[in-house]
């Protein structure tokens, strides 16, 4: 079956820090989300990427999705300790309907 | 703003016990799923529900779940015979296109 992993599982920086996350399908993805998990609470939708090669900015954070669509990450540049939460990608595959699978998820600690 | 919400926070059952968690979806939106997150771990699909019919289940979802919209507002997962290993927390979720908004989770504990 489909698989996405992660990388790195854990990553501790210190606030002002850039943090990059990345993700990798087994089989090429239709869309790729991005979800953020604050301890102790739920996943809550950051963005979705449906192109190859697309590139999309929130503030502070860049995401990429691969030219073959099997790939993408997530940069964060110049960390706060409000960005403190583990990352999820969850990638859709072509033929998957709606389903998402899940990365194993990057937990993020930021020390001010 | 409108959230999904669950219900209960958290449960607790005896082994073999049959439990079932109770979703209340965005009002608007077509697309009902639930995960399950075991501690410290990714959240894992379990099944979608669509037009009243299951649309996908993982391999996850055996004999022993079964999913329901009873009326208009509630999504609910039943777990037949609770095993140890069902011990994890239980979210929701519910899209109108493709941003899938997580309800607050159950967590459910099988003793």
């Known amino acids: 079956g489909q698989q996405v992993m992660q990388i790195p599982q854990y990553q501790h920086v210190q606030e002002g820090e850039d943090f990059t996350t990345y993700c990798n399908s087994s089989?090429?993805?239709?869309?790729i989300q991005w979800y953020k998990q604050r301890p102790g609470g739920h996943p809550v939708f950051l963005i979705q990427?449906?192109?190859?090669?697309e590139v999309k900015k929130q503030k502070r954070l860049t995401f990429q999705f691969g030219e073959a669509k099997k790939n993408s990450s997530l940069h964060i540049t110049a960390t706060q300790t409000t960005d403190v939460g583990t990352y999820f990608c969850?990638?859709?595959?072509?033929?998957?309907?709606?389903?998402?699978?899940f990365g194993e998820g990057t937990q993020l600690t930021v020390n001010p | 703003e409108p959230e999904v919400t669950q219900t209960p926070s958290h449960q607790v059952t005896q082994m073999g016990q049959e439990v079932i968690l109770r979703c209340v979806p965005i009002s608007n939106h077509l697309y009902f799923y639930w995960y399950r997150q075991i501690l410290g771990q990714k959240v894992e699909f379990l099944v979608s529900?669509?037009?009243?019919?299951?649309?996908?289940k993982s391999e996850i979802f055996d004999d022993q779940f079964s999913v329901e919209r009873p009326d208009g507002s509630n999504f609910t997962l039943k777990i037949r015979s609770t095993k140890l290993e069902d011990s994890a927390m239980y979210f929701c979720?519910?899209?109108?296109?493709?941003?899938?908004?997580f309800g607050p989770g159950t967590r459910l504990t099988v003793t």
């Open positions: 990427l449906v192109k190859s090669g």
């Open positions: 979720a519910s899209t109108r296109g493709y941003e899938q908004y």
């Open positions: 529900f669509y037009n009243n019919e299951i649309s996908e």
């Open positions: 089989t090429t993805l239709s869309n």
């Open positions: 969850a990638g859709k595959r072509q033929t998957s309907g709606s389903r998402l699978t």
